[in-house]
């Protein structure tokens, strides 16, 4: 299946119950989810949703009584995510149970955000080239403001990420880049894209 024809997602969400989680989570969280879901590295159209957490300097941050896992999947891997309902995680210590889960389809939003995008390094300027081209190849045209870079580590070792927005798409470029997402490492919560009202989160 080519990338202008990904199949059909939605992102599924459970209430959380748990009190705080290290800020650098991503991997140990897509080992615990992997560890009950084993088509997920498999399904490359799947992610993880990076989990919101209380703003802070902390290793260790606090979540908040609205904090949600989220994560984009096929249609026909519902029902199996769903049956998580009530499943414990354990994340670099931290203990999570998932609540009730709900279903949110994708909408065809202008604007989109990403809370990080994989680069190759910290050059901001590769990183956009590198941008430009991926959307170019997907046909998806609009402006593209690049935000904060982060670093996470995985794989071994520290990986590069920036926030990045795009604004001005149609409503099949919306869709489009939401089902594909950019770059790499969708289970470590990177090239996710949600809808966002401006240009203020990046």
Excluded at 130 to 142: D, H, R, Y
Aim: charged share 15%; net charge neutral.
């Amino acid at each position: 299946m080519t990338a202008l024809a990904s199949p059909a997602l939605v992102d599924v969400a459970f209430a959380l119950q748990g009190s705080a989680l290290p800020r650098d989570h991503a991997e140990s969280l897509a080992q615990a989810l992997m560890a009950h879901l084993p088509w997920l590295a498999g399904e490359g159209h799947a992610g993880i949703h990076p989990i919101k957490l209380v703003h802070g300097l902390e290793e260790l941050a606090l979540m908040s009584p609205r904090s949600r896992l989220l994560l984009r999947v096929p249609l026909h891997r519902v029902q199996e995510l769903k049956a998580m309902v009530a499943c414990e995680l354990s994340v670099r210590g931290s203990g999570l149970r998932l609540g009730a889960s709900q279903e949110r389809e994708l909408l065809p939003h202008a604007t989109l955000y990403a809370y990080k995008v994989a680069a190759d390094s910290a050059d901001e300027v590769s990183f956009m080239a590198t941008i430009a081209n991926e959307l170019a190849q997907l046909g998806i045209t609009g402006e593209a403001v690049c935000g904060k870079h982060q670093r996470l580590t995985a794989l071994g070792r520290a990986l590069d990420a920036f926030s990045l927005m795009l604004h001005g798409l149609q409503p099949e470029q919306s869709l489009r880049l939401q089902r594909h997402g950019l770059g790499p490492h969708r289970l470590l919560g990177c090239g996710i894209f949600v809808p966002h009202k401006s240009a203020a989160a990046v």
